[in-house]
């Protein structure tokens, strides 16, 4: 029943994240509209936040595959990794996702698409390398229930429409600091075009950091549900836990990753969500503010409520 109300909460989060990000970049564009006095520029911000929504909704995946320079492997290529997804996505009724690989030695994964049907989970050469099957199994049992709960098209939207609002605030206010603001003044002595003009730049200096926030706190959300979910699919937590372990105390930082596709992998590709040597906590879980900005739960807390599970 969770699952079911996960899902609908998902596909309905997915058109409310689109629908604010229209507002956001048409609000933006009017302002600024406004404050120079040049209706051209909301014109352009409605054409191109239509454009971007969606590109963001059809080729998301295909752009964070794309940045993350993975390749595409069948059942010839990896016979072993291919048998291991495609039986988990039958037992969870799910078409097989496409499998695609990150030539790259840090462990790690993640999985984009829209929906199921359009689903691909993509590995590391260094995760397949690192994990046995037990462990690789709960870290593709946790990838499908990002499938399967449509976390995928909620978190791959957030790529790309959280950087396009970001590029479209820096072009704003590039715009704003040559001479924009001089045609303000020209035009009204610094009346309403002012006033709409400083509201322009505190929206496009706040909106790309909003829109960060938000895209961090749903997918340290997600998390979660996803490790439960996956160990409920295969029925043995500890495969999962002990795979996060391996993946947080590999420190070496995954090169295909960025910022921007950041919040998708299983664990903080920059592993600052790593348990601290000395500590035992991770970096990013010494206070709220620090939490705010983490791509990821603390990972000693998600392997700790996998091992707390009653299977």
């Not at 045609?183 to 509201?199: A, V």
């Not at 070496?252 to 906590?281: C, M, R, W």
């Not at 900005?293 to 707390?308: G, S, V």
Request: aromatic letters at 10%; hydrophobic letters at 45%; glycine letters at 8%.
């Amino acid at each position: 029943m969770l699952t079911y109300q996960e899902i609908g909460k998902n596909k309905t989060e997915s058109w409310v994240l689109i629908f604010l990000f229209l507002i956001v970049v048409i609000t933006l564009g009017f302002l600024f509209s406004q404050a120079y006095n040049n209706p051209g520029i909301l014109a352009f911000a409605v054409i191109f936040s239509l454009i971007s929504a969606l590109i963001s909704y059809y080729y998301s995946d295909s752009i964070t595959l794309a940045l993350s320079h993975a390749q595409e492997v069948d059942r010839r290529a990896n016979p072993q990794l291919y048998n291991i997804v495609e039986n988990l996505a039958i037992t969870a009724g799910l078409p097989t996702p496409k499998i695609y690989v990150i030539d790259d030695t840090a462990p790690n994964a993640f999985a984009t698409g829209r929906d199921p049907k359009h689903a691909v989970i993509c590995f590391t050469t260094g995760i397949l390398q690192k994990l046995d099957k037990p462990e690789l199994e709960g870290v593709a049992a946790h990838e499908l229930s990002h499938v399967g709960n449509y976390d995928i098209r909620l978190m791959t939207l957030v790529v790309v429409l959280v950087g396009t609002i970001t590029l479209l605030a820096d072009w704003f206010l590039r715009a704003g600091f040559w001479g924009g603001r001089k045609r303000s003044n020209s035009r009204d002595g610094g009346g309403i075009g002012g006033y709409l003009f400083i509201i322009g730049i505190i929206l496009a200096l706040l909106s790309p950091i909003i829109a960060t926030l938000i895209k961090l706190a749903v997918s340290r959300k997600r998390e979660y549900l996803a490790d439960a979910s996956g160990a409920l699919l295969t029925r043995y937590p500890e495969g999962l836990a002990r795979a996060l372990e391996k993946i947080s105390k590999d420190t070496e930082p995954l090169e295909a990753a960025n910022k921007a596709t950041a919040h998708l992998y299983i664990a903080d590709p920059f592993h600052a969500d790593s348990p601290d040597v000395k500590t035992g906590q991770s970096h990013g879980s010494r206070g709220f503010l620090a939490g705010l900005f983490n791509t990821h739960p603390p990972i000693e807390e998600r392997i700790k409520r996998l091992r707390e599970m009653n299977l």
